[in-house]
């Protein structure tokens, strides 16, 4: 087999694996794997591929040129590598099946022929143009035409590729979904994560303006940020038709990108591209790709979305850095993960004051430091809103500062008529912004709307259908429309997605206690506790259980618990008071609810429609509450 036979001193690499062609050799950090010369002959066909999808009948006919087989030998050798190479069912990080087509080597490999330097030959073109010299090894003049030659045609063969890919007519089924992969660095000095999950986070703000397809969020993609990650099997989790992924290298003052759009369904480039750019020219490049992307989709743009597409927030890469680790920590929605956040988008509105979407994302850590009693309502909600009002001072088109207004709006003003006016400007302003969608369906819920609220939770869920927070949020959105059997549902489901997660503990824990099954509503409850480090909420709500389910003993020590945290820390007088609304015990109740009112916390603003309150309803008082919060009919 000709493919097969090399020379001596020719080098693979790739993660902790070194290929020795010569020698017929596979080493897994210097030690060796033992390998069939069959499948030995298979990785090397792959690698030598790598990036290429090769067909079943290709792949038998490099392997068995002169024996007659069954393909079910094929699938054999695939299973073996694959069990060489250590990869598991749900992760391949070195050989994708595609289905119908065949099989593609996707890992970064370096090559070498053996002269020490082993760098990708990405990396290498990198340096040349970056003005570094490398030693060109050649075999004589007639080597080097020969090469020059093949070089031409190849390229030439390329270029007709690449334009017939790129060519949007070519595109037979149009694209309505699109994720943006966190991008691979390459290099020693391209390890910063959030260089990498930057370019994607750019990019995902860009184009989810657009109306004709729906971006994934940020959100959706953080979990992708390994360097391992199967691309299209991504493409298939998150349910999208393509999906564009890259790579990052930045050595000293340059940068440069590769990027591709791919179809998910059979691995075909739709577009691909390579920057070589100062690194100041960053957003120059972003401009670029964003247009080249809407381009290759064929979509029909208005001006607004043209305008937005190139659409520059800041012109400071310093501050656009900070801005991107204030987001990554933002995600992880737990209090030290906000506290930081916050104190990223702080220094970048130092670095650029203009910054309107770093005070949008400080509005965002301080109204979910309250959710999550890292401060209390008078501390975090004015601080959300005044950041909330700066953003949109310098730039009123922002979807997400009018989002984060109507929230405080919301939570704290009890300002209704202004909530929904905020919100509703959100989501004209980006009719894809998840976020909005599902803060608006609590609103909606709030109001008792609730087919408006599931269906706008709903519309969350199309444009980020792997969000737990909105997962479950069309269970509690249920719980509130008395849908009990929907809040446990959801809640289930998110837990199939992630057993850690500790608001669908909670929740299935409320949708248990209104079906008045008291065990599974304090296992579930009980395991929200201990996951969040004894979160005060998790506690009151335990409490309120162990009450309903008349263990009031039990119940009485959460109280005395509540009462020795809040002289540590914030705690909501509402936590109490659900304790003692399951105890029965109205008059504490009420006082405890009237100590929130005069607090504003957050909660009330469900107090309308929240099943662990009903047995105060006929009391005037409870009334009177419910016409201080701006909620009485």
């Given at each position: 087999?000709?493919?097969l036979?090399r020379?001596?001193?020719?080098?693979?690499?790739?993660?902790?694996f070194?290929?020795?062609v010569?020698?017929?050799?596979?080493?897994?950090?210097?030690?060796a794997?033992t390998?069939?010369?069959?499948?030995?002959?298979m990785?090397l066909v792959l690698?030598?591929h790598?990036?290429a999808?090769l067909?079943?009948d290709?792949l038998?006919k490099?392997l068995?040129?002169?024996?007659?087989?069954?393909?079910?030998?094929?699938?054999v050798i695939?299973?073996a590598?694959?069990?060489?190479?250590?990869?598991?069912?749900?992760?391949?990080r070195?050989?994708v099946?595609?289905?119908?087509?065949g099989?593609s080597?996707?890992?970064?490999v370096?090559e070498s022929?053996?002269d020490?330097?082993?760098?990708?030959s990405?990396e290498?073109?990198?340096?040349?143009?970056?003005g570094?010299?490398?030693?060109l090894?050649a075999?004589g003049r007639?080597?080097i035409?020969?090469?020059l030659?093949?070089?031409?045609?190849?390229?030439?063969?390329?270029?007709?590729?690449?334009?017939?890919k790129?060519?949007p007519?070519?595109i037979?089924?149009p694209v309505r979904t699109?994720a943006?992969?966190?991008f691979?660095?390459?290099?020693?000095?391209?390890?910063?994560?959030y260089?990498?999950l930057?370019?994607?986070?750019?990019?995902?703000?860009?184009?989810?303006n657009?109306r004709?397809v729906i971006?994934?969020?940020t959100?959706?993609v953080?979990?992708?940020?390994?360097?391992?990650?199967n691309p299209?099997?991504?493409?298939r989790e998150?349910?999208v038709?393509?999906?564009?992924?890259g790579?990052?290298?930045?050595?000293e003052?340059r940068?440069r990108?590769?990027?591709?759009?791919i179809r998910?369904s059979d691995?075909?480039p739709?577009?691909?591209?390579?920057f070589?750019e100062?690194?100041?020219?960053?957003f120059a490049?972003?401009d670029s790709?964003?247009e080249?992307?809407?381009?290759?989709?064929?979509l029909?743009?208005?001006s607004a979305e043209?305008?937005?597409l190139?659409?520059?927030?800041?012109?400071?890469?310093?501050a656009f850095?900070?801005?991107?680790k204030g987001?990554?920590?933002w995600?992880?929605?737990?209090?030290?993960g906000?506290?930081?956040a916050?104190e990223?988008?702080q220094r970048a509105?130092e670095?650029?004051p203009g910054?309107a979407?770093?005070?949008?994302g400080l509005?965002?850590?301080?109204?979910?430091?309250?959710y999550?009693?890292?401060?209390s309502?008078?501390e975090?909600?004015?601080k959300?809103?005044a950041?909330a009002?700066r953003?949109?001072e310098l730039?009123?088109?922002l979807?997400?500062?009018?989002?984060?207004l109507?929230?405080?709006?919301?939570?704290?003003d009890?300002?209704?008529?202004g909530a929904e006016?905020?919100?509703k400007r959100?989501l004209e302003l980006?009719?894809?912004?998840?976020?909005?969608?599902?803060w608006?369906a609590?609103?909606?819920?709030v109001m008792?709307?609730?087919g408006e609220?599931?269906?706008?939770?709903k519309?969350?869920?199309?444009?980020?259908?792997l969000?737990?927070i909105?997962?479950?949020g069309?269970g509690?959105?249920?719980y509130?429309?008395?849908?009990f059997d929907a809040?446990i549902?959801q809640s289930?489901?998110a837990?199939?997605?992630d057993?850690?997660?500790?608001?669908a503990y909670?929740f299935?824990?409320?949708?248990?206690l209104?079906k008045?099954?008291?065990a599974?509503?304090?296992g579930?409850?009980?395991?929200?506790v201990?996951?969040?480090d004894g979160d005060?909420?998790?506690?009151?709500e335990?409490g309120?259980?162990y009450?309903v389910?008349?263990?009031?003993a039990?119940?009485?020590?959460?109280i005395?618990q509540?009462?020795?945290k809040?002289?540590r820390q914030?705690?909501?007088p509402?936590?109490?008071?659900?304790?003692?609304?399951?105890?029965?015990e109205?008059?504490?109740?009420l006082?405890?609810?009237?100590?929130?009112?005069?607090?504003r916390?957050?909660?009330?603003?469900f107090l309308?429609v929240?099943?662990?309150l009903d047995?105060?309803r006929?009391?005037s008082?409870f009334t009177?509450?419910?016409?201080?919060?701006?909620?009485?009919r």
């Open positions: 087999m000709e493919t036979n020379t001596a001193g020719h080098f693979y690499e790739f993660d902790a070194r290929l020795d010569g020698r017929r050799l596979l080493l897994r950090d210097g030690e794997v390998l069939a010369p069959r499948i030995f002959n990785l690698i030598e790598r990036g999808v067909g079943k290709e038998m490099q068995w040129s002169d024996t007659v087989v069954e393909e079910n030998n094929l699938t695939i299973s590598l694959r069990k060489a190479l250590g990869e598991n069912r749900r992760q391949h070195y050989i099946t595609i289905p119908g087509q099989y080597f996707v890992a970064e370096r022929l053996g020490g330097r082993e760098e990708a990405e290498k073109e990198f340096h040349r143009s970056a570094f010299a490398l030693p090894r075999s007639k080597l035409l020969t090469g030659l093949l070089l031409v045609i190849i390229s030439f063969f390329a270029y007709l590729l690449l334009t017939r790129s060519n007519a070519e037979e089924t699109i943006v992969l966190p691979r660095s390459l290099g020693r000095e391209s390890g910063d994560e260089l990498s930057g370019m994607a986070d750019a990019l995902i703000t860009r184009l989810g657009l004709q971006t994934r969020p959100s959706a953080l979990k992708y940020s390994e360097s391992g990650a299209l099997a991504a493409g998150l349910a038709d393509a999906l564009l992924e790579r990052i290298q930045k050595l003052d940068i990108v590769t990027v591709q759009l998910v691995g075909q739709l577009w691909s591209e390579k070589d100062q690194f100041t020219n960053i490049v972003q790709i964003s080249q992307v809407a381009r290759a989709l064929a029909k743009l208005s043209r305008e937005q190139t659409k520059r927030h800041t012109e400071n890469t310093e850095q900070l801005y991107l987001r990554y920590f995600n992880k929605r737990s209090v030290e906000l506290q930081k916050r990223y988008f509105i670095r650029d910054y979407l770093a005070y949008a509005a965002d850590c301080y109204n979910l430091l309250s999550y009693s890292g401060l309502p008078k975090s909600f004015p959300a809103k950041a009002e953003a949109l730039d009123e088109s979807a997400e500062a009018h989002a984060s109507a929230l405080a709006l919301m939570c704290f009890w300002d209704w008529a006016r905020e919100y959100a980006n009719p894809r912004y998840a976020t909005a969608h599902q608006y609590e609103y909606l819920a008792g709307r609730q609220a599931l269906a706008s939770i519309r969350a869920g199309e444009t980020d259908p969000s737990l909105v997962t479950v069309e509690y959105i249920g509130y429309g008395r849908d809040t549902r289930e489901k837990l199939e997605m057993l850690s997660f500790v608001p909670s299935l824990g409320w949708g248990y209104q008045r099954m008291f599974e509503a304090i579930a409850l009980q395991k929200a201990s996951l969040s005060a909420r998790m506690v009151g335990l309120h259980a009450a389910s008349g263990q009031k039990q119940a009485r020590e959460i005395k509540l009462e020795l809040s002289q914030y705690v909501s509402y936590e109490i008071a659900l304790v003692y609304a399951g105890l029965a109205k008059e504490q109740a006082a405890w609810l009237r100590k929130a009112v005069e607090e916390a957050w909660q009330l603003m309308r929240e099943p662990k047995l105060l006929a009391d008082r009177g509450l419910l016409r201080d919060v701006g909620l009485a």
